[in-house]
DNA sequence: TCATGAATTTTGATGATTCAAAATAAATGA
DNA sequence: TCATTTATTTTGAATCATCAAAATTCATGA
């Protein structure tokens, strides 16, 4: 009976939305409603509905923030969420690119103990196929900092470790042009004028555009 | 946007009363409504939008029977849940009888990009793990008539082909007494008045209620 | 044929989720 | 500070799926 599939959907938006802002500030309606594509009134009222429930705290005309119960929620949709997508690349062997869409549907369908089986299954994995951290049955894990690459040191050799961007066709290009996760790469140079970044793969060379590279995470190995 | 969750399983309940009904007989809005747990008033509220919408023949105070395209949509979303039970008793190794109200859920979730997969997967399986049969992907096959424990001939030799029943403990005691679908068994007699039905299989003797027995599907091998 | 009882439909209402547009509050720049 | 822009909240309304209870229709047996 709770969380029905709509508030689990608010909720992790806000999850989604908090770990990219600094700890304390408050997610703006604003910006809520534009990531679930509802008009503005419509996540005030819902954010009063779950302030209601103790799910979040909010604050008029500033914003809201998860409480800890609605963070443990919030982070359960996004284990679902993100151990559903690996399951559908590792066992069903569909594409990476395809998998996003499929998972919004079934992360609201998904019994608890398929959910367990489908974790064990894989071997308990820690990441999604796009380098996602997959939160434990208990809820969020601490996340680790990586360097993009805008910010990782020049000519050094470093791994790529998570895509943060779910589109479909920003997946396949990374794919098209093996970028994906588990990869070793070098940025060669940035050239903030032209807005290119020039990644050296092996032996090729790879341009691309300084928002793209910004949304690749690496790690210095 | 078509089909809702709901629709799906107004128009799933009507094929599966349908089936048990005679050609052209029309299904009551009682029985219907008793089917989905609703009101009675409910289901006919909802029996006129279908009307209006061309997915069933609904004559008042008589009863509704699906049009062709409300059949093919009933027979499609049949196909995700059986095509979905047997992968998760296959694949997944689920027991069978709790993946009846978990593929409930997942039937309306899963994309038809996922279940081709998932038919291709299983080797494109006939029937489901309660020996229920899968729809094409273009809609209904024809049933095949099969004998139950009380009309089946005694003392010959016959295999269980399909359980007529999705409830978890008729199911588990289906499968503590080894009686799932492709064990060998014969009835050795029937006592009306015992309400009885006495099964052998191989060395042990099973008896089993009426009720039961006309659940339990076979062939005469 | 007619009174009764059973099944079905109608009616009025509710809760969840949503929108558009009006009202209001907050932030901004001169 | 104050007028203006921008963001947020409020308001009024719509849709979907549902219910309980009243009204209606159908079928039955005397």
């Known amino acids: 009976m709770f969380p029905s599939r709509t508030v689990e959907n ?27 594509g509802v008009a503005p ?20 005309y500033a914003g809201v923030r998860l409480t800890a119960p609605g963070e443990k929620l919030a982070a359960l949709v996004l284990r679902r969420h993100r151990l559903i997508e690996q399951f559908l690349v590792q066992v069903m062997g569909m594409s990476w ?17 398929l959910i ?28 680790r900092e990586y360097a993009n ?5 020049l000519k050094t050799p470093v791994v790529v470790v998570r895509v943060t961007d779910q589109g479909p066709d920003f997946l396949r290009f990374i794919e098209d042009n093996e970028l994906k ?14 807005d ?12 691309i555009g300084m928002r793209a590279a910004s949304k690749l995470l690496v790690e210095v190995v």
């Open 41 to 60: 009134g419509t996540a005030t009222t819902m954010m009063k509905a779950l302030a209601e429930a103790g799910l979040v705290r909010y604050e008029p």
């Open 97 to 113: 690119a395809e998998v996003h869409d499929e998972a919004e549907q079934l992360e609201h369908a998904v019994s608890e103990r």
């Open 181 to 194: 996760p588990g990869r070793s790469i070098e940025v060669e140079h940035r050239d903030a004028a032209a």
């Open 10 to 36: 608010y909720l992790k938006a806000i999850l989604q939305a908090e770990i990219a802002l600094p700890p304390e500030q408050l997610l703006p309606m604003g910006q809520l409603a534009a990531a679930l």
């Open 149 to 153: 690459l805008l910010s990782c040191p």
């Open 116 to 143: 367990e089986r489908i974790d064990d299954m894989l071997g308990r994995p820690q990441v999604d196929p796009h380098g996602d951290p997959i939160p434990g049955p208990e809820g969020m894990v601490a996340q």
């Open 196 to 207: 290119a970044v020039i990644v050296r793969r092996d032996a090729h060379r790879v341009t």
